[in-house]
């Protein structure tokens, strides 16, 4: 692609010195950019689609850049970077996707809209969703210069002939660590190369620990990428260290200890993982070098033990499969201990003993006792005595003081509050005092520094946390009712929780043991032992221990309820139109969603925390102290990791940070927004507890990630890539008639030599059938990218009837394991059954399994001699009694589907596309429907049709003739529905949903 020095020149005057090299490295020559997390990905790509768009504003260039594999929130980083560098350029402006041009500095925070109608110079690409019609597509691949896109839609484009691989000028790939020879990016890379040689592809990934999965996986995705070099950022790298360490921020860092319940639960947590650690290490199934504590602190850790044990999951005891679920459930109660408040953490602890099962290992472990006693103690203890040794503790000022239960018992309330709340106000407040001190200094007019500092005063303040519950709960922290209120609000609503909860245990019918495993506990047999006498006994005893009361003694138990039910009172009292007792609906505590009333019963993985909106008012005029507070949050924005809005620094631009949840990727954001404001001194507060997760996890992702840079050089200096030339070759002739191409392709199973036998070796005459159809919605999948790879011709339409059509007789339905038992629980498979037995001499029912996973859908032991209607293999027996013509093959993986696919395919006739597509379709009254165009039907509306109450396979097509769009459905009258759904029980159930209310939440 040719560059103009000018353009080049100018666009890279926003970019430091080693992101500079970095484009410079990308534009000389097609690569992949692998670079630490945070460098600034966004920078370089906005350059490098910039530099694009700005070549053809000469009407001699041609071509389309497509950016394929984005995620949303980075396309939305993308259009806040190129608004940017479009304000930064002289005289730039940008002109948005609708039309209007931008001169404010600052780009606005939320997505900009993009499916607009746009100006000949647009400046920004357009995103391309399945909103678009294949006209308008195509239109857009021969006006616009950039193009967001969905492989789906580019890879079904592509086959149609909807746009040429002449036509575009290059791709950009997003996040080349996902990419596999057979997702979706590799399929339409393959297309593109296969009818443009000299186009650019340019592959970025900032995260290098995604290409540890596997062996040689970063060869791997440059051999599907068809890119020959690699350039490796990390962050020790030469030019980057220049870059960012001439100007550094001021780092201050606080480390504060735990409480002492929270270091004691921190200790119990560290043994229990360190003993499931050490009851894996015994299993012969699974490679131990990896099995460390170290390693048990990441996601990631989950992913390496079970990709370990997936091919033999079906043999793997049940402890071991509980241990693997167990360390994934205390990674979580490390993380939530430093995250929820006291209060929540104890609900959350509480969940999790409803919900974890009596198969659990760790729960019955010494360890986990005082993780829940410990977990209490930050909340409130009972202590037996007289009532005058509440005044040691913090006592609630809304809740009665008569605390007292059976035995003298006594709740004392604590509400231990988070270490780092006090710290956090401490900081602001010096912050505060610094920046009214830099605005009173006065110095002489004119002065550089003086409009620094001026500046640097007006400056806000940032503070940075993990999640937006955190963010919520600061605010409320730093607001004028303060920490105190906010606990209390929490601890009020986990006591109506607690009530709630009792009240409806005492219903009729309710069963004990809410939120557990069922009868059988998690384990099979069990729920035949729970008919017969001495073992149901011990079974319910067990489980009305460990869940029932939630672990509380009796006393201890009526502490608390006594607590709640003075609390109900009271606020009934004060609020009597607010509803009635504990179950009341109106707008209190509970009614609102607020606290940790507001959560559900938590899944065992990541149960939903409560998220308490205790928000701080904009402004407060009352007392001193609310001025106070108010002078804390003065200019402050909060700012939550799990939004991914990393263009934060530079939208609110401060110059003073706290980070509350330390995190390596805002980190580099950091010193890289520090390296391109060198005028402004960053003074960064970094909130840390000592012998913790955090501080553990930090420095283990830094380590790590130097680990995986080291292994990707030292892949980098051995790796072996073919020619691209042999590569392009290999797809275009078939990857199997490149072996021997005077000879016809060989069948699956046989060898070349076994064709001799066929007259010398002659060729025959009729040549192997190759073409296939497929459904445009079976392009989520890899499957068609992997037929495509084994040299078949696929036709893509949109079908009624199947989703693979072999032959005019073939017809096959593919079902991953997952799909087939969602299929079976919604019916649909019976009718598409019955819809290929109906039309098809052959109907297939095709299984596939994943090809590192086992290759069985039940385990041995979990097999009946019974048929069962919640047994898959059951219901498989009734389908195929149902439809005797149907065949079931069962597939190993993508890879033997193809070659499966073949074998189905010899002596059989080439299928027609047209009558494919009309299969299943009613005929109207002008002949045919054009079924094989793609754009005839919305297929994401009809989905969605065909699953609304009283919609069947018999009607949901006179519904789409009669109603244009699924808004013109809803204003079809009652009478008019039951014509043309023939029954009025259908027509009503329809009728019934689309004027219900939609709840909403208060």
């Not at 990419?179 to 339409?188: M, R």
């Not at 167990?326 to 409803?354: C, H, I, Q, W």
């Not at 019955?364 to 930050?378: G, L, N, P, S, V």
């Not at 607010?578 to 607020?594: E, F, L, T, V």
């Amino acid at each position: 692609m040719p560059i103009d020095e000018d353009n080049l020149s100018a666009a890279m005057t926003t970019l430091l010195p080693f992101q500079r090299q970095m484009v410079e490295e990308l534009i000389r020559e097609d690569g992949m950019c692998v670079m630490s997390a945070g460098m600034g990905w966004q920078k370089a790509v906005a350059v490098i689609l910039r530099l694009h768009m700005e070549r053809r504003r000469d009407a001699s260039q041609e071509g389309v850049v497509l950016v394929l594999g984005c995620t949303d929130w980075q396309r939305s980083m993308l259009y806040r970077e190129l608004h940017r560098m479009s304000h930064d350029l002289p005289g730039g402006h940008a002109v948005a996707p609708n039309g209007q041009t931008t001169e404010t500095p600052d780009a606005p925070r939320q997505l900009i809209p993009t499916n607009a109608e746009t100006e000949p110079d647009l400046l920004l690409p357009f995103d391309v969703t399945n909103e678009v019609s294949a006209a308008g597509r195509i239109d857009l691949y021969k006006s616009k210069p950039c193009l967001f896109v969905t492989t789906r839609i580019l890879v079904v484009d592509m086959l149609n002939a909807r746009i040429q691989g002449q036509h575009i000028a290059g791709m950009v790939i997003m996040n080349a660590h996902r990419v596999t020879d057979a997702s979706g990016e590799a399929f339409a890379v393959r297309l593109f190369r296969m009818a443009n040689k000299r186009g650019f592809i340019r592959a970025f990934s900032d995260q290098p620990t995604g290409f540890a999965s596997g062996f040689n996986k970063i060869e791997k995705t440059m051999k599907a990428l068809y890119v020959r070099k690699l350039f490796l950022w990390p962050r020790y790298q030469g030019a980057v260290k220049d870059s960012l360490e001439k100007h550094e921020c001021e780092l201050v860092e606080m480390w504060l200890h735990l409480s002492p319940p929270m270091s004691a639960i921190y200790d119990a947590i560290s043994d229990l993982m360190d003993s499931c650690v050490k009851e894996l290490r015994k299993s012969n199934k699974i490679d131990t070098s990896q099995l460390t504590l170290e390693h048990g602190l990441f996601k990631s850790f989950d992913d390496i033990v079970r990709r370990q044990l997936d091919s033999v999951w079906h043999t793997v005891s049940p402890k071991t499969k509980q241990l693997v679920q167990d360390l994934r459930t205390l990674r979580a109660l490390a993380e939530y201990l430093l995250r929820f408040d006291s209060v929540t953490f104890l609900m959350y602890l509480e969940n999790l003993r409803a919900t974890e099962g009596v198969t659990s290992v760790w729960l019955f472990h010494d360890a986990a006792h005082t993780i829940f006693e410990q977990a209490k103690r930050r909340v409130y203890t009972l202590q037996s005595g007289c009532k005058g040794a509440a005044g040691k503790r913090k006592r609630s000022d809304t809740i009665s003081s008569d605390g007292t239960a059976a035995g003298g018992a006594q709740l004392e309330v604590v509400l231990e509050e988070m270490p780092k709340w006090a710290l956090v106000q401490e900081v602001l407040q010096e912050i505060q005092q610094e920046r009214l001190r830099m605005q009173s200094d006065q110095l002489l007019d004119g002065d550089l520094l003086q409009a620094s500092r001026q500046k640097a005063a007006a400056a806000k303040v940032l503070i940075v946390a993990q999640e937006a519950r955190t963010c919520l709960q600061l605010r409320s922290c730093l607001g004028p009712a303060g920490p105190a209120a906010l606990m209390q609000e929490l601890f009020s609503a986990y006591l109506l929780h607690r009530l709630d909860n009792k009240s409806r245990a005492g219903l009729p019918g309710h069963r004990g043991g809410r939120g557990g495993r069922g009868r059988s506990g998690g384990r099979r047999g069990s729920g035949k032992e729970a008919h017969s006498g001495q073992s149901s006994d011990r079974l319910e005893a067990m489980r009305a221990a460990q869940f029932s009361s939630r672990g509380a003694t009796p006393h201890e138990e009526q502490a608390l309820l006594k607590q709640a039910k003075a609390l109900a009172a009271q606020q009934e009292t004060a609020h009597p139109s607010r509803g009635k007792g504990p179950r009341g609906r109106g707008k209190g505590p509970r009614g609102r969603g607020k606290g940790a009333a507001s959560s559900r019963p938590a899944a065992r993985n990541a149960p939903e925390s409560p998220q308490p909106t205790h928000a701080a008012p904009k402004s407060t005029q009352p007392s001193e102290d609310a001025e106070t507070d108010q002078g804390l949050l003065r200019d402050v924005e909060f700012y939550a990791l799990d939004s991914r809005q990393e263009s934060i620094l530079w939208d609110v631009q401060p110059v003073f940070v706290v980070v509350y949840d330390p995190d390596v990727t805002f980190v580099r954001q950091l010193e890289i927004y520090q390296a391109e404001r060198p005028e402004w001194r960053v003074r960064v507060y970094n909130l840390l507890y000592e012998d913790s997760q955090e501080a553990d996890k930090f420095s283990a992702a830094v380590a790590r990630e130097v680990r995986m840079f080291k292994d990707l050089i030292r892949q980098k200096e051995h790796m072996v890539l073919p020619d691209l030339a042999q590569d392009l070759a290999q797809v275009m002739v078939g990857p199997k008639a490149l072996m021997h191409p005077d000879v016809e392709e060989a069948l699956p199973g046989t060898t070349y030599n076994a064709l001799t036998r066929r007259a010398g070796g002659r060729l025959s005459s009729r040549p192997l059938p190759r073409r296939l159809v497929i459904d445009v919605r079976e392009f989520m999948s890899s499957l068609p990218s992997v037929l495509h790879q084994q040299g078949l011709h696929i036709v893509p339409v949109t079908l009624e009837v199947g989703d693979y059509i072999l032959s005019p007789e073939m017809c096959v339905e593919r079902k991953s394991i997952s799909d087939l038992k969602g299929s079976f629980i919604s019916g649909r498979l019976y009718h598409q059954a019955e819809a290929m037995s109906r039309n098809y001499k052959t109907p297939i029912l095709l299984i596939e399994f994943e090809r590192d996973k086992a290759f069985a859908l039940h385990s041995v032991s979990d097999i009946s001699a019974d048929i069962s209607q919640h047994s898959l293999i059951s219901k498989l027996c009734l389908l195929t009694l149902h439809f005797p013509r149907l065949r079931i093959i069962w597939s190993r993986s993508l890879h033997a589907t193809a070659d499966i696919f073949r074998a189905l395919k010899t002596n059989q006739e080439e299928p027609d596309p047209v009558s494919a597509a009309a299969v299943g379709v009613p005929l109207e009254g002008d002949g045919l429907p054009d079924g094989a165009a793609e754009a005839v039907i919305n297929t994401t509306a009809v989905d969605v049709l065909r699953r609304l109450p009283g919609v069947t396979e018999a009607n949901f097509r006179p519904l789409m003739n009669a109603a244009s769009s699924l808004a013109g459905l809803a204003d079809l009258p009652l009478q008019q529905l039951e014509r043309i759904m023939g029954g009025a029980a259908a027509a009503k159930k329809l009728r019934e949903w689309l004027d219900a209310v939609c709840p909403v939440m208060s």
